[in-house]
């Protein structure tokens, strides 16, 4: 089992910056591809960004490239998301998640385990 706690969410005005850590703990998290996704009220959760296991590839949904970087500290165990020039259209609840599986880093499927979430706000 591997426990996930993010943190670092908060409520900012657009167009400043925000930084979500999470947290594992539990089984060793090297081996982990990571990532973030949000859910704003009734939608549904959506993929932001994924990091390989290594940390050299990274992957974005066109709508944070250029403003959200995902990055990992393995010996923290800690993976990051730097968010820039917040939009209100990014309010949400991230979420961190870890898995192993194959497919592309956007399918939920992919992920063994989750964070219970950290609530991003933006106004305008």
């Known amino acids: 089992q591997v426990q996930l706690v993010e943190s670092g969410g908060g409520l900012v005005q657009a167009g400043a910056s925000l930084r979500l850590s999470c947290a594992a703990s539990?089984?060793?998290?090297?081996?982990?591809?990571m990532a973030w996704f949000r859910q704003a009220p009734g939608k549904e959760r959506e993929f932001v960004g994924g990091i390989s296991w290594s940390g050299k590839s990274t992957y974005y949904a066109d709508s944070v490239k250029g403003r959200f970087t995902i990055s990992r500290d393995n010996a923290k165990n800690t993976v990051y998301l730097q968010m820039n020039s917040l939009k209100p259209e990014d309010t949400a609840v991230y979420y961190c998640?870890?898995?192993?599986?194959?497919?592309?880093?956007?399918?939920?499927?992919?992920?063994?385990?989750w964070g219970s979430g950290t609530q991003v706000t933006v106004s305008s």
């Open positions: 539990g089984r060793a998290f090297s081996p982990y591809d």
């Open positions: 998640a870890a898995g192993s599986g194959g497919g592309s880093y956007s399918y939920r499927n992919r992920y063994d385990y």
